[in-house]
């Protein structure tokens, strides 16, 4: 097999680490691009994972280093997919790298020039309930630990400059284009969240206590704004109860995304769950119209959220959440659909469940690829059936959440699929040149 | 100290001359630990430590700042062992010793002292005690390394070829991209022909072809396929050896075995449908079948004119007790044998009596929506309250269900029950897992590495598992396994050989009885007996759990890495106090 | 051949009617033509009975009772009086002409008088023309119930609900009344119980408010499914949660009659100027008859049209106002009599078409939404522009057509209207025309726009204890955000509010008495000569 | 100063240890008592390390593994049963207390039970005070004892038999004969008993050599079953005939390792 054939995987996720990890242990170079600052992905910014309850960058932590520092991966952080043309069996990629105005090679990630820059902007990595200076590392982990200048909020006063001990910091740093051959791509670039203010009724965006579950997923986190304290933002109090909403904007035929994110119901579980170990006084209730509980352990997830941590589950998705102007308490008008009657019930948060869709970049990927989309926007199989990671285009492979939703296992296995595929393609194309 | 040294101390107890020189990195984990352990403190502490000629503190170690800290003070120090102070070496530690590799130590001569969650998060509250718990955890961890010796992990080659057990869509899938990957595949299934539950099946969810088509073509290409040793009515027996060299053997049906040598195997042997015998009649009336049954008799074309069709989901699974777990496919193969049945007769009515509708994913609520369209209804039960068979009368099933979701009961009258029941480990499994040494989960299948990050390794090393076997999956789900098992599978054998377990017992010959009472114990069959009589340990298959030097009667054994006076260092230097 | 007027006669039990036997007794001979019905008191007949007799055909109806104080019910004459007065006015704009209609004093002892009134009415009807209305009148549909179902089934989207119960937890009844649950009522529609919810109370129940609709993740439209039922439904449900009798829906039926000539025009202040033909028309409405109905409220509910005509005035436009402009039909459309609603939109569309109007504004939500999209759906190339006054009144000001001179220093709360907010989307051109008023605060409700809370009645349908609570819930609601007047762009919102508040209360009073205004004449207020 | 017990836990790695994790990561606080040491499974726990870390003072020693049929190595977990089983029979007889030694079953998503347990073992612990080894002057007979049921946990007999308990239960003996379960544990206890006593012998009479009924005395047994452990003990070679004084035979131990 030729072994300097190399693939190139776009998105540093859980899928995308997975499959550059597959592809370097069996001797293929690998090309992993992120059009953020540090790879890690979603899984990065969660607390925990269900059903194991691992802690999950902890988990998580340890792939981004064997990326880092496996030697044949090459990391392309903060960088996009600009052309791609063919040659033969091979694709010509055109990558585009974005100034980070900070020489990756100089730069220590000592944080010197965090410590003084001036600019206090929302940490996206937070969900923004946390703050970042305009040169930041998006996370504690980052991999590569390179500082970015965000040229959008920097003032250019060139403090961290001054500051900067290895002289790392460079404000005129132009773009950049890298050229690749590779001899075949992996897609993995994960979903975005459904913007769920449109589904004003839950006043997400007006109710300040009304969060989305990524948020509150900050909010529990160790290592999130509060330090892994449970507190309310309204008024920094400790919830006495807390309410999840399944669904907001999936499963929907108006407003919303028609099909299931498969994975909203068991991380909302293991949400409530963690609240109960953080509060156990706090009361816990999912609002849900379907449990999807059809992965390995997951039912047996849910009963033991049900039976030993007494998270309440009533089947009816709230009509509308009302707040009190003063208080900031929430009122939620449902109907328990199994007791057939319509009620409210007060809670001190609700975290909203958004559709997780197909990132907005995947349609210009499509575009620049060649790719079919499916009515849903996700990577379209070539045979949904017999042919799963396969996209239209030979040489071309999609998995985890960009081709259709799926969990953490899931997106795994897909992604060694997609390694195995791509394996497949280079290894045939090595035959060729032999004969 | 106060205790006298076992026999095997004394003997062991004079190693490790060369002057021992600790390096000990203190992480202060942004504030994870900073923030409550007065992390200067146990540097300091540090320093006062038996061998111990270096320490400082990092806001991360295992950034690749701090990386790039330990390795430089390796050279400059010139440290033989290494320790860092931070998290859990669950996920840490072959980070760090990494690290030490690259500046030329052994990585065995590293040691974590994890004082982040068993300390500053455990005793948020009591800074202090934290404070002196983790001066104590670095003096235990320091103890331990203190007596570490450089360990080798031996490399041994990895035959490129795969052993999938189970001819099903998965173990062929699995085998088409290893041989499409250029290794030698050998298909064993123990039916007379390929083809797994497929065969059996009608259409496929969601592109409605039929089974036998797909199924037929994969068949075709397994069959063309060179590389691919098809074995059909054949089991596998025994096997031997460790990842790169499992040495199998299997028994045909006429009794004839065959021996082969793999680097890898492969478990794709699916799982069968669960029998609800004696549920709501089944058995006992002709018109109470099984969606498994119906699948037959629509791919017979076996169905005349029918009236009122009710398909129940969840018989047998969701349960309090037992089959606890959902089989995934239920509700989408009722959904589309109940589309089918519309088709055939448009004027039949079809209720599916439900739970809760598994129609996850991007596609499968729109067949929900067209089976909605298509008039079918939806009945959700309750499992306190499931739908109750009161009369069957002249070849009519009368059930009462109570439809929660109204608060009412409803009552139906139909021609034909349908049940849909889960897929269920083979009763087989049992035998194969024994036989591979890998385990089996509480829902009966097979249990992987690691539900979230391994998903498809064993934790035996070389073998893999996909498909049904793993859980219940349609063929798309088991296709994509099947393929993400090839990758693993040919990870080993890609490169060719591998480096194995270092930390594995050791037979001390000539304190060895023979009397086999290890042999019994590991559970690996690692240890053997040879022709003298005594314990041979094979390093490869040793995963290093030390149950039997635990409990060898001559003490003959010693655990690498973990030996007796290794642990009771740390046990000892636990309390400083009661015993310097 | 000349045909006897037929004349419906409510006698009083105590006085009229013994009056009446008397005069038999007394074998006093009077026409043959008067057809008594006994009632225990003159004050027990509603204006609802003296319509539907002239809708059925009677060309007199004559209410009997008591003399002033001799009232076996102390003053119930007094009422009957009182309400036969606006009663006679109602025949009066009707064009059904008021002599119809007479009330008349008969004690026990006047059998000569009863058999004398008798007599004269007779000879006064014998001279007016026949009353034009007749029982046959009335179009009445005959339709497969079976069909309409599952048509509505499909077209409403109904099939595709997923029970998630997000409707009830959005239902303003469902709120009041936990038992009553859109998603369940559609759930036995589809498992097939059709005759047992169309003969259900449930189907009258929904105020058709449109708040489930817009939240409804499966895009289940199911006020206008069960528009669609209440055709086949069966209607006693409906006459039993009627409110006012359906004086109104009679109302609406009686304009189907094109040979009526309305006197409505009345309202129009000396000098206001419209013009018989034009590009803008102006379509009033039922105000001149609420006007009329709901005097007791005393709502001044015609100022709206003033209000409307003064700032169109001032801004230089003569609008086009019909004098023979029917009902829009709204009403009658949303419990179910398509038919009568059908000859509605046609008479109106061809007065319009009449009067060459290619623009025609609303100041009230129904008629706006049932011209602009009901109208559009029953008459084909419906040729003119249809607006609400909102819509318009922001569009001049944005002209610089009209502007407001009159600082009104009010802290003002703005109730969206279902028709013109959820089923018309129009939310911001209101809260425009208030907000340029000078010295004017405008606050808003918790819920507002899309998730605004109906007045609690729709189509004059289930006024009652739970449409109550929602009414107080909400003016609560208004009142909680400390403003003083309460602006709604739809005439009924206020008479519903009004009726409310005039109650007895089962709360504090001060807790939900807000004065309130319609929002054109709030924007005539803040403007000198409009 | 109060007593602040000093606890040493036996984690094994793949499930107990990743459950204190687990509790730290949850933030779920428990008494800083505990000493961790990571072993890959707690079927590595050898009898006599913990006798001799009780010997040396641990006020308390725990040992957590994977639930029943959870083991990463299949069933280390259920060796670790039988040994604990064993220990605390020696335990018992040494007169320390066998309620200082803890088996407890904590999986990985356990971090509060592993809380809840160290909590509980502590407060144990607490109660019964600090251990009579623990300090500078602790009790020489309770230490010598420690130390005879040492020796007997290091002896090839009792090993064996704890090694070979499964076997001989489910798989039965050579003969293919199977063994009741209390029948093993009969035959278990006489071999601790045994075992522990013999050792005792040899410590005493190394102390000082002295004769089997003077051995009888302090031992409070009756003569011939010391003499028959003297016996034995002379088979082994630990034990030999000092001298004989009138018709009584003096033993005294014979240094070991040879």
């Not at chain 1, 579950?213 to 529990?220: D, G, I, K, M």
Request: one cysteine or more; charged letters at 25%.
């Amino acid at each position: 097999m030729k072994t300097d054939s190399s693939v190139l995987v776009i998105g540093g996720g859980i899928a995308g680490m997975q499959a550059s990890l597959d592809l370097a242990s069996r001797g293929l170079k690998v090309y992993l691009v992120e059009r953020s600052p540090s790879i890690g992905g979603r899984m990065a910014q969660l607390d925990k994972t269900f059903p194991t309850m691992d802690c999950s960058i902890c988990i998580v932590a340890p792939k981004m280093i064997d990326c880092l520092r496996h030697p044949n991966i090459s990391l392309l952080t903060y960088c996009e997919v600009k052309a791609v043309s063919r040659s033969a069996a091979d694709f010509v990629v055109q990558i585009l790298r974005k100034p980070r105005f900070v020489n990756e090679t100089k730069c220590t990630g000592c944080g010197i020039c965090a410590q003084y820059c001036p600019v206090e902007i929302p940490n996206e990595f937070d969900m923004g309930l946390g703050i970042r200076k305009a040169v930041y590392i998006p996370l504690p982990q980052a991999v590569p630990l390179k500082y970015t200048i965000d040229e959008e909020h920097c003032l250019k006063c060139g403090l961290c400059q001054r500051v900067c001990g290895t002289g790392a910091v460079d404000l005129k740093q132009e773009p950049e284009t890298v050229t690749l051959n590779v001899g075949a791509i992996i897609l993995a670039t994960g979903f975005e969240l459904f913007d769920v203010r449109s589904i004003s009724e839950y006043g997400y965006g007006r109710h300040l206590n009304v969060l989305i579950s990524l948020e509150f997923e900050r909010l529990l986190s160790a290592s999130g704004p509060t330090g892994g304290h449970l507190l309310r933002l309204s008024d920094g109090r400790i919830p006495r109860s807390v309410a999840f909403i399944q669904c907001v904007g999936s499963r929907s035929l108006k407003g919303g995304v028609p099909f299931c994110s498969t994975a909203c119901c068991m991380y909302a579980t293991k949400e409530a769950i963690l609240i109960r170990e953080h509060e156990p006084e706090c009361e816990v209730t999912i609002f849900y119209n379907e449990l999807r509980v059809f992965g390995k352990g997951y039912q047996d997830f849910v009963n033991k959220a049900k039976d030993h941590r007494g998270v309440k589950y009533v089947r009816g998705l709230p009509g509308e959440i009302v707040e009190d102007p003063g208080t900031g308490d929430l009122t939620l008008w449902y109907e328990d659909t199994t007791e057939n009657v319509t009620k409210s019930t007060k809670a001190d948060i609700v975290v909203l469940c958004p559709a997780l869709v197909p990132r907005a970049t995947s349609k210009d990927l499509s575009a620049l690829l060649g790719l079919e989309l499916d009515e849903y926007g996700f990577f379209k199989a070539k045979d949904r059936l017999f042919a799963p990671v396969d996209t239209n285009v030979p040489g071309i492979f999609a998995c985890g959440y960009c081709q259709s939703p799926k969990d953490i296992p899931e997106s795994v296995g897909q992604a060694s699929a997609a390694a195995s595929r791509a394996a497949e393609v280079i290894a045939l194309s090595a035959d060729k040149e032999v004969h | 100290m106060r205790y006298l040294l076992t026999r095997r101390c004394i003997r062991t107890g004079q190693m490790n001359q060369q002057a021992r020189r600790i390096g000990v990195f203190v992480c202060h984990c942004g504030i994870n630990i900073g923030g409550i352990v007065d992390v200067p403190k146990v540097v300091k502490y540090a320093l006062t430590l038996p061998d111990v000629v270096y320490s400082e503190d990092n806001l991360y170690t295992c950034s690749s700042e701090g990386l790039n800290r330990i390795k430089e003070t390796i050279r400059k120090y010139d440290l033989n062992r290494v320790v860092v102070a931070s998290c859990t070496p669950r996920t840490h530690e072959t980070l760090f010793r990494a690290t030490c590799e690259e500046a030329g130590l052994n990585k065995y001569l590293f040691e974590m002292a994890n004082i982040r969650e068993h300390c500053s998060w455990a005793h948020m509250d009591e800074p202090d005690k934290a404070t002196e718990k983790a001066k104590d955890i670095v003096g235990m961890t320091v103890a331990k390394v203190r007596l570490h010796t450089p360990q080798e992990e031996p490399e041994i080659a990895v035959v490129p070829s795969t052993l999938v057990i189970g001819g099903g869509i998965s173990g062929m899938t699995a085998a088409l991209s290893l041989a499409g990957q250029g290794f030698k595949v050998c298909l064993v299934e123990r039916e007379p022909e390929l083809g797994g539950m497929l065969r059996h099946l009608h259409k496929l969810y969601t592109t409605m072809e039929d089974a036998s088509e797909g199924l037929n073509k994969i068949v075709e290409a397994v069959r063309q396929n060179r590389d691919i040793d098809i074995k059909t009515s054949t089991v596998v027996k025994r096997v031997k050896g460790f990842i790169g060299n499992f040495d199998v053997s299997l028994q045909s049906e006429s009794g004839e075995t065959a021996n082969l040598e793999v680097g890898t195997i492969i478990v794709a042997t699916g799982a069968d449908i669960f029998e609800p015998a004696g549920m709501y009649g089944y058995g006992k009336f002709e018109n109470v079948i099984t969606q498994f049954e119906l699948e037959g008799l629509l791919r017979k074309g076996q169905l005349e004119k029918l009236g009122t069709v009710v398909m129940i989901q969840c018989v047998g699974a969701r349960e309090e007790k037992g089959r606890t777990y959902c089989s995934r496919i239920c509700c989408m193969t009722a959904l589309k044998n109940a589309l089918l049945v519309k088709q055939m007769c448009p004027e039949a009515d079809v209720y599916i009596l439900f739970r809760d509708l598994q129609t996850y994913g991007s596609e499968y609520e729109s067949w929900h929506r067209m089976a909605q369209n298509e008039g079918i209804k939806f009945v959700k039960y309750a499992l306190e309250k499931p739908p109750e068979v009161v009369a069957i009368r002249d070849g009519k099933v009368t059930l009462d269900v109570y439809h929660a979701l109204l608060g009412e009961q409803v009552r139906i009258e139909s021609d034909l029950v349908v049940l849909s029941t889960p897929l269920v480990q083979r009763g087989d499994a049992r035998e194969l897992s024994q036989v591979l040494k890998v385990p089996l989960g509480p829902d009966g299948f097979f249990f992987e590495a690691h539900v979230k990050l391994r998903p498809i390794d064993f934790a035996t090393d070389g073998i893999y598992v996909c498909g049904s076997a793993h859980s219940p999956k349609n063929s798309a789900e088991s296709v994509s396994q099947a393929l993400g098992a090839a990758s693993r599978a040919a990870i080993p054998m890609a490169v060719g050989r591998l480096r194995t377990e270092a930390i594995t017992a050791e037979v001390d010959e000539s304190l060895c009885g023979g009397c086999g009472t290890c042999v019994k114990i590991c559970p690996y069959g690692a240890i053997e007996k040879d022709e003298k009589g005594v314990a041979k340990v094979t390093a490869v298959v040793c995963k290093g759990c030390g149950t039997c030097g635990a409990s060898c009667p001559e003490k003959a054994i010693t655990m690498r890495h973990f030996t007796d006076e290794q642990v009771m260092a740390q046990a000892f230097a636990a309390f400083r106090r009661a015993t310097a | 051949m000349e045909t006897e007027p037929r004349i419906v006669a409510f006698l009083c039990n105590w006085c009229s009617y013994a009056g009446a036997d008397l005069a038999g007794t007394s074998r006093i001979s009077y026409p043959p033509n008067v057809r008594p019905i006994r009632v225990m008191c003159s004050g027990r007949v509603d204006p609802a009975f003296v319509l539907n007799a002239l809708e059925m055909g009677a060309d007199g109806v004559l209410v009997t009772g008591c003399h002033p104080g001799d009232c076996h019910y102390v003053s119930g004459n007094l009422k009957a009086e009182k309400r036969m007065k606006s009663t006679g006015e109602l025949l009066r704009r009707l064009g059904l002409r008021p002599e119809r209609l007479r009330l008349e004093w008969v004690s026990t002892s006047e059998g000569a008088r009863f058999a004398q009134i008798v007599t004269d009415f007779t000879k006064i009807l014998g001279e007016v023309e026949p009353n034009p209305l007749s029982a046959g009148n009335n179009a009445v549909a005959i339709l497969n119930a079976e069909q309409t179902v599952t048509e509505a089934l499909a077209r409403t989207n109904v099939r595709y609900c997923l029970e998630c119960g997000k409707c009830s937890g959005s239902c303003p009844i469902s709120k009041v009344k936990d038992s009553y649950s859109p998603r369940r009522i559609v759930e036995r529609f589809l498992l097939g119980f059709r005759d047992r919810m169309l003969s259900s109370p449930d189907l009258w129940n929904c105020l058709t408010c449109l708040t489930c609709t817009e939240r409804c993740p499966s895009d289940v439209r199911y006020p206008e499914f069960v528009k669609a039922c209440r055709r086949v439904a069966s209607k006693e449900q409906m006459e039993e949660l009627c409110a006012h009798k359906g004086v109104t829906t009679a109302l609406s039926r009686i304009l189907t009659n094109p040979s009526l000539k309305q006197e409505r025009m009345d309202w129009l202040p000396e000098g206001a100027g419209t013009s018989p033909k034009g590009e803008l028309l102006y379509f009033v409405g039922c105000l001149p008859y609420f006007d009329v109905i709901f005097e007791d409220f005393n709502l001044k509910l015609l100022n709206i049209a003033r209000s409307v005509v003064g700032i169109l005035n001032k801004a230089g436009i003569r609008p086009v106002v019909l004098d023979d402009e029917r009902c829009c039909g709204h009403d009658l459309l949303w419990t179910g009599d398509v038919e009568n609603f059908e000859r509605l939109a046609k008479m109106n569309v061809a007065e319009i078409r009449k009067a060459g109007a290619k623009r025609v504004v609303t100041a009230c939500p129904e008629c706006y939404r049932t011209l602009k999209k009901d109208y559009a759906e029953t008459v084909s190339n419906l040729d003119f522009e249809v607006v609400h006054i909102s819509e318009l009144l922001s569009e001049l000001i944005d002209d610089g057509k009209i502007e407001y001179d009159i600082d009104l220093q009010r802290k003002v709360v703005y109730q969206d209207p279902c028709r013109l907010g959820r089923h018309m989307n129009v939310y911001e051109p209101p809260r425009k025309v208030i907000a340029e008023i000078p010295g004017i605060e405008l606050v808003e409700m918790g819920r507002n726009r899309e998730n605004a809370v109906c007045c609690g009645v729709n189509a004059w349908l289930s006024c009652n204890k739970y449409s109550k609570a929602v009414q107080l819930d909400r003016l609560a609601e208004a009142k909680a955000t400390g403003a003083d007047l309460l602006v709604t762009a739809c005439p009924k919102c206020q008479i519903h509010w009004k009726c409310v508040m005039s109650e007895k209360l089962p709360v504090r009073p001060e807790d939900v008495t807000i004065e309130m205004r319609d929002l054109t004449v709030l924007a005539a207020e803040a403007m000198h000569s409009a | 100063m109060t007593f602040e017990p000093k606890i040493v836990g036996f984690l094994c790695n793949w499930c107990s240890y990743a459950g204190a994790d687990l509790a730290g990561v949850s933030r779920i606080s428990y008494p800083t008592s505990i000493r961790i040491i990571r072993l890959m499974c707690s079927g590595r726990v050898d009898p006599v390390i913990v006798l001799e870390i009780l010997a040396s003072g641990a006020d308390g020693v725990m040992v957590m593994g994977c639930h029943p049929g959870d083991c990463h190595y299949i069933e280390g977990n259920l060796q670790t049963e039988r040994k604990i089983k064993m220990l605390k029979k020696l335990i018992e007889e040494t007169g320390l207390g066998p309620e200082r030694l803890r088996l407890e079953w904590v999986s990985a998503s356990e971090g509060g039970r592993f809380a809840d347990i160290v909590k509980e073992f502590t407060d144990q612990i607490k109660t019964l005070g600090p251990s009579p080894l623990s300090g500078e002057k602790s009790d020489p007979v309770l230490l010598e004892n420690m130390q005879a049921a040492k020796w007997a946990a290091e002896d090839f007999r009792l090993r064996v038999l704890v090694g070979r308990e499964k076997e001989l239960i489910d798989e039965g003996n050579v003969y293919g004969e199977k063994t009741l379960q209390e029948e093993f544990d009969k035959t278990m206890d006489e071999a601790i008993q045994a075992e522990y006593t013999r050792n005792r012998i040899y410590l005493m009479v190394k102390r000082e050599p002295q004769s089997v009924k003077q051995l009888a005395k302090r031992l409070d047994l009756d003569a011939q079953k010391v003499l028959r452990h003297v016996v034995v003990l002379r088979r082994r070679g630990m034990v030999t005939v000092d001298r004989v004084e009138e018709t009584t035979p003096i033993y005294a131990a014979l240094e070991l390792g040879k």
